[in-house]
């Protein structure tokens, strides 16, 4: 069954066809480890995950490569402000080493909450600096820089296919400028090294050109190409990488080897708050998943969110389309639990599963499938939940390892069970419909099995809308 991927840098759909048969090599742009991830973040490595999870499903062994942002990246794309991490040291009275141990550590702790499979690599830019060095010098041969007073600069000029990912207008983009270059020669040139100049800094380095901190796209080009090698097949970020650092991360290599670092460029939609802009980290305002915690939401109630949006289309948030999710999370772990094991997978659904995810992650429609396996009454039970945890390799929501929490039930509600237990021994039907509806006034869910009754708390919302 092939696989079709969206690649922005075509701007189509593609079939997926590995460099090496069999592997798949993908390196998804990580976090810049100042502040904790926000939920919107999130939504991008969550989109990663599916797509790692898919490749798996296809049969590819996967070598995933996380980079962590650690140095470099200046609060302006434009390569002027200050460095992200020395903000963060600020904010926090810790020094830029503690902030990243202690941010990258968050982060993780996210990504294993959420059920996001953990790399092969984590890859930190403080720790691979003598390549981003070596990277360096390969495009300065390939005369691609100059310098600046206050740094090591890409000359975008030397490259006619500049901005292609992002379809950028250069040259509108060029005439049109008008804020201070300094000594930059055109605005779509950038940082390759930045100097420290008299600035004492916590995080630099020496290097050919002078005591300085590398800039923030070549962090990704000399770990992609350590990790994965100078052509590797999927590179996946979110689209606000689009127009700058995919855009120069794409110009260093073909400065250095002649071509892009990967076959195919995939990126996830933003996710929005009510309609708004974007979620952003440097607006000091975000919603954190320790945030949806605190209102007790299970961290996999945003995982079965955001697989109800298909990855490419905007996903708006908002507190009552969280309770809906956790509502639907709920109501799928109470349902496979209750399916009786033992059964194989239904061939038919494996299959119409399969190829709703293998045309670009379609994770909405395989969902809507899901559903309907549920209320078929022409698949056993046993293969449903066989289905269902076959599909759960994608999907992520740990159903085999779920189970109800232990349910103590009040003495007067087992009087109610035991009463209705009788009016139905006796055939008293509309009296044992009375008293149903009196146990699940008080709560609890009563259940007719094989085995005699079974009776549970009714799952409820826990999320408030305020």
């Not at 599916?50 to 942002?69: D, E, F, P, S």
């Not at 990504?111 to 390969?138: C, K, M, N, S, Y």
């Not at 300094?182 to 600035?199: C, H, I, N, Q, V």
């Not at 509600?413 to 009375?434: G, H, I, N, S, Y």
Request: proline share 4%.
């Amino acid at each position: 069954m092939e696989l079709m991927l969206y690649d922005t840098y075509e701007r189509r759909l593609r079939p997926f066809v590995p460099l090496q048969a069999g592997a798949a090599g993908l390196y998804a742009c990580g976090p810049t480890v100042y502040d904790y991830a926000h939920i919107g973040n999130l939504r991008t490595y969550l989109f990663g995950d599916v797509l790692r999870r898919v490749l798996a499903l296809n049969g590819y062994a996967v070598n995933h490569v996380i980079c962590v942002t650690d140095v470099g990246h200046l609060t302006s794309d434009a390569d002027t402000g200050e460095d992200k991490m020395e903000k963060g040291s600020r904010r926090a009275r810790q020094s830029a080493w503690e902030i990243a141990a202690f941010y990258t550590r968050a982060f993780q702790q996210d990504i294993a909450d959420l059920h996001i499979l953990a790399p092969a690599v984590w890859a930190r830019a403080t720790e691979h600096i003598q390549e981003q060095i070596d990277f360096i010098a390969g495009i300065e041969r390939n005369g691609y820089t100059y310098r600046t007073a206050d740094g090591i600069y890409f000359d975008t000029h030397q490259l006619a296919r500049y901005g292609h990912l992002a379809r950028l207008d250069i040259g509108g983009l060029r005439s049109g400028h008008r804020v201070e270059l300094r000594d930059k020669r055109s605005a779509t040139d950038f940082a390759l090294w930045k100097f420290s100049g008299d600035e004492q800094r916590q995080m630099e380095w020496d290097s050919p050109w002078g005591r300085g901190f590398p800039g923030w796209h070549i962090e990704c080009s000399a770990m992609s190409s350590k990790y994965l090698g100078v052509l590797f097949d999927i590179h996946v970020g979110g689209e606000d990488h689009i127009p700058v650092h995919h855009t120069n991360e794409i110009a260093q290599h073909e400065a250095c080897h002649a071509h892009p670092p990967a076959q195919y460029w995939l990126h996830g939609a933003f996710l929005n708050v009510d309609g708004s802009a974007k979620m952003s980290k440097s607006d000091g305002d975000f919603l954190r998943l320790a945030t949806l915690a605190e209102r007790g939401v299970d961290p996999l109630a945003y995982r079965y969110l955001v697989l109800s949006a298909h990855y490419r289309s905007p996903l708006t948030f908002s507190w009552a389309a969280l309770d809906a999710a956790q509502t639907a999370l709920n109501r799928l772990r109470l349902a496979y639990h209750r399916l009786p094991g033992g059964g194989q997978p239904d061939a038919s659904y494996q299959q119409a599963l399969q190829a709703e995810l293998n045309q670009d992650l379609n994770t909405p429609r395989a969902l809507a499938l899901m559903w309907e396996l549920l209320k078929s009454n022409e698949v056993p039970a046993a293969a449903q939940k066989a289905t269902l945890t076959w599909l759960d390799q994608v999907l992520g929501l740990g159903l085999a390892a779920w189970a109800p929490a232990a349910c103590v039930v009040p003495d007067e509600v087992q009087a109610l069970v035991a009463a209705r237990d009788l009016a139905r021994q006796e055939k008293r039907w509309a009296d044992a419909d009375t008293l149903r509806r009196a146990i699940e006034d008080a709560g609890y869910a009563v259940r007719d099995t094989p085995a005699g009754t079974s009776i549970q708390r009714q799952a409820t919302s826990m999320i408030s809308n305020e």
